[in-house]
C-alpha cells in the first residue's frame, strides 16, 4: 500500500501562491490516480483535483479551476499542487490520496489511508 505526506502549506495572503507535495513511499505509485482534497473547519472533506498514472489528464473542481494546477513526477513519487491567486474561501486543511482511475478518485472511491494533511491558511 502507497503512504502519503503532504507538506507545503502555510499562512499567505488573498492572491498569493503556495505550491503543495504529495510524498508517496512504495514502487508502485505510478499505478494509482492520485487527488487532492480538502476540508475546512465545520464542513466536509472535498474533492479539489485529480491526476492520471502518467499525468495525460487532470481534473477539477470548478471552485479551483483556473488558479491551481496539479501535476506529478513518478520518478520522485511526488504529486504537486500549485495553488495560485488564493482566496480566503480556500482555506482548509489539504489531503492527498489515491485511487485506481480519475473516476475513482473524483467519486471519492479511494485506496489509502487519510494522512496528517497541511494547513493553508488564506488572509484576506
Known amino acids: 500500500q502507497v503512504q502519503l505526506v503532504e507538506s507545503g502549506g502555510g499562512l499567505v495572503q488573498a492572491g498569493g501562491s503556495l505550491r503543495l507535495s504529495c510524498a508517496a513511499s512504495?514502487?508502485?505509485?505510478?499505478?494509482?490516480?492520485v487527488g487532492w482534497f480538502r476540508q475546512a473547519p465545520g464542513k466536509e472533506r472535498e474533492f479539489v483535483a485529480c491526476?492520471?498514472?502518467?499525468?495525460?489528464?487532470?481534473y477539477y473542481a470548478d471552485s479551483v479551476k483556473g488558479r491551481f494546477t496539479i501535476s506529478r513526477d513518478n520518478a520522485k513519487n511526488t504529486v504537486y499542487l500549485q495553488m495560485n491567486s488564493l482566496k480566503p474561501e480556500d482555506t482548509a486543511v489539504y489531503y492527498c490520496?489515491?485511487?485506481?482511475?480519475?473516476?475513482?478518485?473524483?467519486?471519492?472511491?479511494?485506496?489509502?489511508?487519510w494522512g496528517q494533511g497541511t494547513q493553508v491558511t488564506v488572509s484576506s
Open positions: 490520496n489515491t485511487g485506481r482511475t480519475l473516476d475513482t478518485v473524483v467519486t471519492g472511491t479511494l485506496l489509502g489511508s
Open positions: 512504495g514502487r508502485t505509485f505510478s499505478s494509482y490516480a
Open positions: 491526476i492520471s498514472q502518467f499525468g495525460r489528464y487532470t
